[in-house]
C-alpha cells in the first residue's frame, strides 16, 4: 500500500510522514515546512461551515498564501491536505467544498463525526465535485475504533488514519493503543479485499523507533501531532511548547479526560471523544476539589493577561521522548533515517 501514497503524493520521501491537521497549531507556516521537508502536510480548517464562518475565510486565506510560498501556479494541484472536525457538518457541501475546490488541495481529512455514518454525504460530495471538476483528491478519515473502521471502509475512504489512545489531543474516550488496534484494522482491509486503501498510524509517534513499530503493526506510513508542536515553524506559544519539552513518563504526566476541554470553555464535542493532555493546573486545581466556574474564571482572567500557563497543553503519552524544539526539516529527516537505520539493525539480527 505504501506504493500508493507514493504514486498519489509524488512530492513525498519515504517513509510517509504526515502531521495531524490540529486546529490552531497545524498553520500555513508548519504545513508548508512539513511539505517542502517531503513530508505531507495538513492544515487544521476546524469544524464551522456556515457561509460567515471566519475559519473558512481564513482557511481560503491560508491556501492561497501556501500556494505563493511553494512557488505554484492556480492550475497545479496543492500538495497538501486539509483537516476538517465534523461533528456538525451541516454546510460542508455548500461551503467548504468550493474553498477546497477552488485551492486543488491533494486530501481532504475528515474526524470526529457524530456518528460514524454522518461522513458518507460528506464523502459523496468530495466524489461528486472531483467528477464534475476533474480534481485528484484523496479523502483521509480518521478512526480509533474497528467499528469507525468498518464503517469508513463501507464509505469508500483512500486513506485510513488509524489513532491509538496514546494519542495527545482529541480522541476516541474508548478505545485501544495501536498496539492492538492497528492489527486489526488491517486484518478487517485483508479480509474485505480493499487493496487500494492505505493506512496510516497515529497515536503516541514521536520518532523513528515509533515509525518502525507502526510499520510492523500494519501501517504504509505514519502521523505525527505532539512532535510537531514542539517544532519552531508551530505557532504553539513557547510556554506550552517547554511544557511538552520539559515533560516525561507520558503515561503519568498526561490524562485523558473531557475536563481539558471544559476548564477553557471549549467543551462542544459528543461525549464518545475526550482528549489527552498534559496534567496542568487547572486539572491539578480540579482533583483538589476547585469548582469548574472558579477554573474557568482564572483561566479567562490568566489570557486576558497574556499568560499562557493554564492553557491545555494537547500532548501524547510518548512526550517523554520529545526533548528539544527542533525545525520540521530535522524532524522529518531524522525520523526517516533513523527509521532505516533500525530498519537495517533488525534486519542484520533476523
Known amino acids: 500500500m505504501a506504493t500508493n501514497l507514493k504514486q498519489w503524493f509524488p512530492h513525498t520521501s519515504t517513509p510517509f ?8 497549531f497545524a498553520d500555513v507556516n508548519l504545513v508548508t515546512a512539513v511539505t517542502k521537508a517531503g513530508g505531507f502536510g495538513f492544515i487544521g480548517a476546524g469544524f464551522d461551515f456556515k457561509p460567515e464562518s471566519t475559519q473558512l475565510q481564513s482557511l481560503d486565506t491560508q491556501l492561497a498564501k501556501s500556494r505563493t510560498i511553494l512557488g505554484l501556479n492556480d492550475e497545479q494541484t496543492l500538495p497538501l491536505g486539509v483537516g476538517f472536525i465534523t461533528f456538525q457538518p ?7 467544498i468550493p ?3 477552488k485551492h486543488r488541495v491533494a486530501a481532504i481529512w475528515l474526524s470526529f463525526p457524530q456518528t460514524n455514518s454522518d461522513h458518507l454525504l460528506m464523502i459523496q460530495a468530495i466524489r461528486q465535485a472531483q467528477q464534475e471538476f476533474d480534481w485528484d483528491t484523496k479523502v483521509f478519515v480518521q478512526v480509533g475504533t474497528i467499528k469507525a473502521a468498518e464503517e469508513a471502509i ?3 475512504v483512500d486513506v485510513l488514519v488509524v489513532q491509538g489512545t496514546d494519542a495527545g489531543g482529541h480522541q476516541w474516550a474508548q478505545g485501544a493503543s495501536l498496539v492492538s488496534l492497528l492489527p486489526e484494522v488491517r486484518d478487517k482491509l485483508l ?7 492505505a493506512v496510516l498510524a497515529a497515536g503516541g509517534i514521536v520518532d523513528g523507533r515509533g515509525c518502525v513499530a507502526a510499520l510492523g503493526l500494519g501501517a504504509d506510513g505514519i502521523v505525527m501531532g505532539t512532535r510537531f508542536v514542539a517544532t519552531s515553524e508551530c505557532p504553539a506559544p513557547s510556554a506550552m511548547k517547554e511544557a511538552i519539552v520539559s515533560s516525561s513518563d507520558g503515561g503519568v504526566s498526561t490524562i485523558k ?3 481539558h476541554d471544559v476548564f477553557q470553555s471549549t467543551d462542544v464535542f459528543p461525549r464518545q471523544y475526550d482528549g489527552r493532555a498534559v496534567i496542568g493546573v487547572n486539572y491539578e486545581e480540579s482533583e483538589e476539589g476547585v469548582s469548574d466556574d472558579e477554573i474557568i474564571r482564572r483561566y479567562d482572567e490568566a489570557r486576558k493577561a497574556g499568560d499562557d500557563q493554564r492553557r491545555t497543553v494537547w500532548a501524547g503519552a510518548s512526550i517523554g521522548s520529545i526533548n528539544a524544539v527542533a525545525s520540521v526539516d530535522n524532524v522529518i529527516k531524522c525520523t526517516q533515517q533513523e527509521t532505516r537505520a533500525i530498519l537495517e539493525r533488525v534486519r542484520a539480527v533476523v
Open 17 to 24: 510522514i504526515a502531521n495531524a491537521p490540529m486546529f490552531g
Open 191 to 197: 479480509n474485505t479485499q480493499n487493496w487500494s486503501i
Open 257 to 259: 479526560s473531557t475536563r
Open 90 to 96: 451541516s454546510g460542508f457541501t455548500e461551503n467548504a
Open 154 to 156: 463501507k464509505q469508500g
Open 99 to 101: 474553498v477546497l475546490r
